[in-house]
Nanobody
């Protein structure tokens, strides 16, 4: 599976943006798709994820209430709507997919099989 994240860019504090993760090679069916981010000098951290077949979603504490993850069956993509942006949201955002991501492991990067190249999100203060 080849993943491609898009939608990053420069945004102002309080603004909104939508990231998309598309897959080529196969559908997301039976996969768990997660969004991670990595700021300079920091470890990669889980942001949000969705289990394709059940539509179950998970969010980090920093994402809850501000971000929303969803799937589009027809387009075979996962979107991350990000609202009320903060400067601390600045990072490279990655989408990842895994076929056997257990519920207790969704926040672990090593649980995922495939990663996209990432898209930069910069939030100006």
């Amino acid at each position: 599976v080849q993943l491609q994240a898009s939608g990053g860019g420069l945004h102002e504090t309080g603004g909104s943006l939508r990231l998309s993760c598309s897959a080529s090679g196969r559908t997301f069916s039976h996969y768990y798709v997660g969004w991670f981010r990595q700021a300079p000098g920091k470890e990669r951290e889980f942001v949000a994820g969705i289990r394709w077949n059940t539509d179950t979603t998970d969010y980090s504490d920093s994402a809850k209430g501000r971000f929303s993850i969803s799937r589009d069956n027809a387009k075979n993509l996962v979107a991350l709507e990000m609202n009320s942006l903060k400067p601390e949201d600045t990072a490279v955002y990655y989408c990842a997919a895994g076929k056997a991501v257990a519920a207790l492991r969704v926040m672990l990067p090593r649980a995922y099989d495939f990663w996209g190249p990432g898209t930069q999100v910069t939030v100006s203060s």
